[in-house]
């Protein structure tokens, strides 16, 4: 082929590859493959040494040219890029308007939340201190602690999680009080709310995962009547209405005697009616008087202070408090459900 071809298909090839490049580094490597050493702009001047001197002055001539040609042509080229990546920044940018007004979806609490804060609150003013708690607990503070020792049939009365390590979900608030008992000493007020797990099959008032707020109060000379106080109180500040209670005795190893506290249905006033099942009362929180035994566990002298403890049903009041029907819509994570609680 001859060097006139040579030059007219480089030419073209060339016009052909920068066309096809949108970035700076591609045009960039066409410099190189065109004018670099070895470039083809290059190569082709040195295969004029084989020319004659009339030949030479002729190709050399045209030879310049497409150099020079090339060159432009790719300063061009990266100038036009640069402008393009530059113009779609700014488009990029056009595209959040700062004077446009908000997008509004306002975020709600969960009713789980609301009753928990409006009963911290309650409890606070009483002299409660509050606090949080692992979820992850060990067999001695979930059991051992409260008396429950190794192989005693109450284990059966909480399917528990245990995981890997063995330790423990937490199958209840109560976990917690050897703990707070060691760190705070007597005397006490404290309530401590948390997420509890236990391995139940689920249905429309049974969950896997559900919270309950526990709360002690441990002094000097406390009984059952404070107990009954406080609760009474709690409660009916909670439901905005005075609240009848009574208490059933009630099995638990950590407390002695123990009671499941009923308050009267507020549907219905103590007629009886669907929600309470006919009989005018609702069972919402096992209590009692702290065994002697759970308190030398916490550091605490049982001749010198008694105390009481609660174990309120958190998931069961807030569904009572908004007439939730199916306790698994609280884990569901269905905004449909959740958030009809708004701004509460
Ligand atoms: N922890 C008990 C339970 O979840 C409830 C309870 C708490 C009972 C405090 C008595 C006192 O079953």
Known sequence: MG??????????????????????????????????????VTELLKGMKDLTNEEKKEFGQTINVLKREVDEKITARIEAIRKEEEDKLVNSAERYDVTLPADTAFGSYHPITLVQR??????????????????????????????????????????????????????????????????????????????????????????????QMEGIMIDKDISISNLIYFMK???????????????????????????????????????????????GWIELCPCGMIHPNVLTAGGIDPEEYTGFAFGLGLTRLAMMRYGVKDIRDLNSGSLKALSQFNHE
Do not use: W
């Not at 073209?12 to 670099?36: M, N, P």
């Not at 002299?127 to 049939?153: M, Q, R, T, W």
């Not at 009848?244 to 103590?270: A, M, Q, T, Y």
């Open 3 to 40: 060097i006139r071809e040579n030059i007219s298909e480089l030419r073209l090839q060339f016009e052909t590859e920068l066309a096809a490049a949108h970035d700076s580094d591609s045009v960039e490597k066409i410099r190189i493959a065109y004018l670099g050493k070895k470039g083809s």
């Open 118 to 211: 409006e009963l911290e609150e309650i409890f606070a003013s009483m002299g409660f201190i509050v606090e949080d708690f692992k979820e992850i607990v060990s067999d001695y503070e979930c059991f051992e602690a409260l008396n429950i020792p190794k192989h005693h049939p109450a284990r059966d009365m909480q399917d528990t999680y245990y995981l890997d390590n063995g330790q423990l979900l937490k199958t209840h608030t109560s976990a917690a009080q050897n703990y707070l008992m060691r760190k705070y000493g007597a005397p006490l007020r404290a309530i401590f709310p948390g997420r509890c797990f236990r391995n139940e099959s689920t249905d429309a008032s049974h969950e896997n995962t559900f919270f």
């Open 233 to 279: 109180t709690m409660l009916s500040e909670v439901f905005k209405q005075d609240v009848k209670v009574r208490l059933r005795p009630g099995f638990f190893p950590f407390v002695e005697p123990g009671f499941e506290l009923d308050i009267s249905c507020h549907i219905c006033g103590g007629k009886g009616c669907s929600t309470c099942h006919g009989s």
